[in-house]
């Protein structure tokens, strides 16, 4: 497929801009291009099409089964879309007058009061943009906390070696250093290795719960409460929210401070890299140092992470898939959710050895390592091949405590049809590595894009068009 | 390459050697390479660099993940393979030369096996 550049046509154009009705002001001449910019030239059928054609090459939700495991690949209801496109919210401006846009401030406060209620926290920030800059800003509140009291020794953050790989980075960014403790058999935390790890210097712990195998540590409040003794804080990792959503609450279970993916737990098509969001709620003892908006006429200077109030219309979205549901709803979601991978998870664990526990939370991980041994098939080849079955490969190789990881996660929104097919692949698919694991080697047979040089782009991107 | 019986192996699959002058040069093994598949990056300490017995000094990345390497010794950096930060297939093309860092100063050292040893703590583990 061309790209839209090798489609360009000099003097081909269409009228996208409207015609300026305001004065031209002219840019001072040392400002200006020296060459115009090397834009594409394209007529409106050109452009049309070239993004058809690249759509049609993509694979989102609206084509088919996608169990990313860790990503809560979810269908997005209409109405979440239909409530962002209104004119009364996609046209203001942060800088209006408030008189003049009470309707958003009225979304703001309800969405903050529904997460307060369902992560159990106090307050919120919806500056944050996505999952890992709330990680970074929650960790910035616990640096903040320990700062205010004279506590100036506690620089390490206890993260163990199962977490999403963002922990250790946003710690490392906020200026932490990372203490990384083993799991124990069971893929949870080893409450003696916590217990050595805490100090005086331990500022805080990053966790996520059910962990990233898809089980839910029990001693979710001795975890916490170790933590606390030690004088360090308790950050929740809210990328696996999907799980327990209306069921329990990090405040509950010993949470000072969380993140909440709204674009993945609560309904915005994610993926494509953005917009996001990832406001951070957190207790009363983290409130004085939230991040502040510059206009809002705060003396003391706070933190800000991004302008004004993050990304608005995802937090509408989330807000409208929060009142459709109701709590009821919610929990049911989250039931469904949980449900589904077990559903999932039965119909394939006799083949594919599930790496930890009976019962799974929302995502399981299986393990393809003796797979591997007696076939030579890689968790690669079975994810390639599922392609050519019409669905997204789940999430491979994480986390990296299973080797050979498969790691589904099915979400609510999938039928009991869609799991039983996708269980029905995955068992042909298994019985294809005896008998033909060069099939495997080679899969995707119908997709347009085969195995890309992986090795290459990492060490050699092309990341320009180059004429 | 180097000879194997003259190399000592982490159960965290990182070599050392002796190089007889103070030195300690560090490695991933074969069977890490091979694990890990091709590496994209590679991430260095600096010279000048503590580095603990049993705790990261640095990074490697493959097209599946990256992953923390240990030191097997405690001791200070007293160089770094830059060679590597470019060319980061030399580990997977000749694991036991592409060594990452010299430690000079090394007081304690993580439990070590001989090649045999960890010949044998990888077929366990298998």
Known sequence: ???????SRPGRGCTILPVCDVPEVQLPEQLKREQPLPLPELSETDISRHYTALAKRAHGVNDGFYPLGSCTMKYNPRIDEEMAALPGFTGVHPLQPAATVQGCQKVLDTAKAYLCEATGMDDITFQPAAGAHGEFTGLLL??????????????????????????????????????????????????????????????????????????????????????????????????????????????????????????????????????????????????????????????????????????????????????TLGAEGIREACEGAVLNANYMMSGLRDLYPVAYGQRCMHEFVLSLEQLKKETGVSALDVAKSLIDYGMHPPTMYFPLIVHEALMFEPTETESKETLDEAIAVLRALY?????????????????QIKRPDEVQAARHPVLRYQR | MANLEQLKFAKSHEWVADNGDGTFSIGLTDYAQKELGDLVFVNLPAVGDDVTAGEVFGDVESVKAVSDVFSPVSGVVAEVNEELLDAPQLINEAPYSAWMIRVENVGDTEELLTVAEYDAFIAQGE
Do not use: W
Not at chain 1, 1 to 7: A, V
Not at chain 1, 431 to 447: F, G, N, R, T, V
């Open chain 1, 142 to 323: 616990i640096k903040a906390y320990h700062e205010a009291r004279g506590d100036l020794h506690r620089n390490k953050i206890i993260i163990p070696d199962a977490a999403h790989g963002t922990n250790p980075a946003s710690a490392v960014m906020a200026g932490f250093t990372v203490v990384t403790i083993p799991s124990n058999a069971d893929g949870c935390v080893d409450l003696d290795a916590l217990r050595a790890s805490v100090g005086e210097d331990t500022a805080g712990l990053m966790l996520t719960n059910p962990n990233t195998v898809g089980i839910f540590d029990s001693n979710i409040l001795e975890i916490t409460d170790i933590i606390h003794r030690a004088g360090g804080l308790n950050y929740y990792d809210g990328a696996n929210f999907n799980a327990i959503m209306g069921v329990v609450r990090p405040g509950d279970m010993g949470f000072d401070v969380v993140h909440l993916n709204l674009h993945k737990t609560f309904a915005t098509p994610h993926g494509g890299g953005g917009p996001g969001s990832g406001p951070v709620a957190c207790k009363e003892i983290l409130r004085p140092y939230l991040p502040g908006c510059a206009v809002a006429g705060d003396s003391a200077p706070k933190l800000q992470v991004k302008g004004f109030y993050g990304n608005f219309l995802v937090v509408l979205k989330a807000l409208t898939y929060m009142m």
């Open chain 1, 1 to 7: 497929m061309q790209l839209i550049f090798e489609k």
């Open chain 1, 431 to 447: 019985e294809l590595a005896y008998s033909d694991a060069e099939q495997m080697h080679q899969a995707p047979h119908h997709a």
